[in-house]
Antibody, heavy 122, light 109 residues
Framework: QVHLVQSGAEVKKPGASVEVSCKASGYTFSIYTIHWVRQAPGQRLEWLGCINADNGDSKISQDFQGRVKLSRDTSAKTVSMELSSLRSEDSALYYC???????????????WGQGTLVTVSS | EIVMTQSPDILSLSPGDRATLSCRASQSVTSNVAWYQKKPGQAPRLLIFGASTRATGIPGRFSGSGSGTDFILTITSLQIEDFAIYYCQQYHNWPPGVTFGPGTKVDIK
């Protein structure tokens, strides 16, 4: 069975950083790009960026440049997303999602993690 | 940034009805549109990519059409499990990458 399993909910103070992990199973980890998408309450889905699971190259949305860092551990089949300088508007459900195309990403997502709730509050 | 809009905001229908959901891009995205279904407490589920290609395991009652700036998701004969929110997404070019529409909620009349 193909799965993406994310780490648990986080509560952080403004200005802090948060790291969310995403563990893949059931498919060849290295040949698919992993994306990160979030949804704040009442808002539309928002793409943060993606990482090539093979070589670690990442692309970050201009809206999150300088605040999002993506990494991967190929031996653990895990991708992580770190969001820094947190503010209340970053409170959202964060998803990892697998790209639908092997090797060269197509930027549509055929498998999603269960979501990780990040709450930013003083 | 390419802005995606969807209409209507809410579609109230009965089981067995046909649902027609619209999505419009602020500039041409050729056929680079995907559709997702989202239910409360669940992750989004891919329905359609490439504007009209059904994803693996998606029932034939779901179909997508359109190109350029205007796209349609059609659900023929709504089933109880189809009542959900539907999002369109464009993935045309980089930058800026990927953007989503605000969603259309299909609820039971």
């Amino acid at each position: 069975q193909v799965h993406l399993v994310q780490s648990g909910a986080e509560v952080k103070k403004p200005g802090a950083s948060v790291e969310v992990s995403c563990k893949a199973s059931g498919y060849t980890f290295s040949i698919y790009t992993i994306h990160w998408v979030r949804q704040a309450p009442g808002q539309r889905l928002e793409w943060l960026g993606c990482i090539n699971a093979d070589n670690g190259d990442s692309k970050i949305s201009q809206d999150f440049q300088g605040r999002v860092k993506l990494s991967r551990d190929t031996s653990a089949k895990t991708v992580s997303m770190e969001l820094s300088s947190l503010r209340s508007e970053d409170s959202a459900l964060y998803y990892c999602a697998k790209d639908g195309a092997a090797v060269y990403p197509a930027y549509w997502f055929d498998l999603w993690g269960q979501g990780t709730l990040v709450t930013v509050s003083s | 940034e390419i802005v995606m809009t969807q209409s209507p905001d809410i579609l109230s229908l009965s089981p067995g009805d046909r649902a027609t959901l619209s999505c419009r891009a602020s500039q041409s995205v050729t056929s680079n549109v995907a559709w997702y279904q989202k239910k409360p407490g669940q992750a989004p589920r891919l329905l359609i990519f490439g504007a009209s290609t059904r994803a693996t395991g998606i029932p034939g009652r779901f179909s997508g059409s359109g190109s350029g700036t205007d796209f349609i998701l059609t659900i023929t004969s709504l089933q109880i499990e189809d009542f959900a929110i539907y999002y369109c997404q464009q993935y045309h070019n980089w930058p800026p990458g990927v953007t989503f529409g605000p969603g259309t909620k299909v609820d039971i009349k």
